[in-house]
Every structure is written in C-alpha cells, then in structure tokens.
C-alpha cells in the first residue's frame, strides 16, 4: 500500500499511478526480491523499499554512454519505468541488464501528439515515441 504520508508528492492522481504500478508489480514479484531500478532514486523507488523490495537505482550516470555501468549490477529483476524513451540505445541498456526478469513501461507514441521535449533541460526529453510493436520487437531482440 502507498504509504499516506509519503514525502515526494502528495497529488492524487500519482497516488493512484503509483499504486497501480505496485500491484502491477507485486503480481509478479514478491518482496524481498532485489530490484535494478534504471534511473536515480525517485518516489516509486521509494514505494519499492517500503513494500518489502531490496531497491538499488543507477546513479545518473549516462546509459546511452555507458550501460556497462548497469552490467555491474546483478539483480532478480530489472524495472523500467518511463526511461527506454530518454535512450538513443534502449538495446544497448537492454544487453546490459543481467536480471532474469524485467518490467517496464513507457509512453505510447501517438498520432495526435508530438514528441516530448524539454528545451530547458537535456535530460526531461524524448528521444524515442515507442508504437506498441516497436517496443514488444525492440524487447525480443
């Protein structure tokens, strides 16, 4: 259960995002299973060491250059949550993962929409808009 006085964001709809993302992830997983979470310690991370995970984020460091850093890591699962569309190489990260299982989710590209971009910061950017195909082929490679 998502902690009620949970200190990074107190809106309800993340509320309801993050607990949708814990059971999604609980019927999978079960605590205390060490998790790689790709990307820095942020709120649902959190949520993750609260419900029993072992939770161990990368450190910011850039995957595209560098996701040999991620092979260092040894871990039940791998979880990615809005992160292969920040990548130029989502396979490389991929490769690089040594987890028996992953679940991840990103934003769906679609028709009426634009791709996602931050001028004002390099990071809060899409470098891919996934179609569902493209993901499901971009995992089975």
């Known amino acids: 259960m998502i902690n009620s006085l949970y200190r990074f964001d107190n809106s309800r709809a993340k509320k309801r995002r993050y607990q949708k993302t814990l059971d999604f992830l609980i ?5 205390p299973a060490s998790i790689l979470d790709l990307g ?11 419900n029993g995970f072992t939770v161990i984020n990368t ?9 040999e850093a991620i092979g260092q890591i040894k871990a039940d699962v791998a979880t990615a949550f809005e992160i292969f569309e920040h990548l130029l190489n989502p396979l490389g990260v991929l490769k690089a993962i040594k987890a028996d299982k992953l679940i991840a989710s990103i934003p ?4 009426f929409a634009k791709a996602y971009r ?6 809060d950017q899409h470098f891919h808009e996934f179609e569902d195909w493209q993901f499901d082929w ?4």
């Open 59 to 67: 450190k910011g460091e850039d995957l595209d250059e560098n996701p």
């Open 138 to 141: 971009l995992l089975e490679k």
């Open 108 to 111: 769906l590209s679609l028709w």
């Open 40 to 50: 820095t310690p942020n709120a649902f991370s959190e949520i993750m060491k609260q």
């Open 27 to 31: 019927k999978g997983v079960s605590a």
């Open 118 to 123: 931050n001028k004002n910061d390099r990071w």
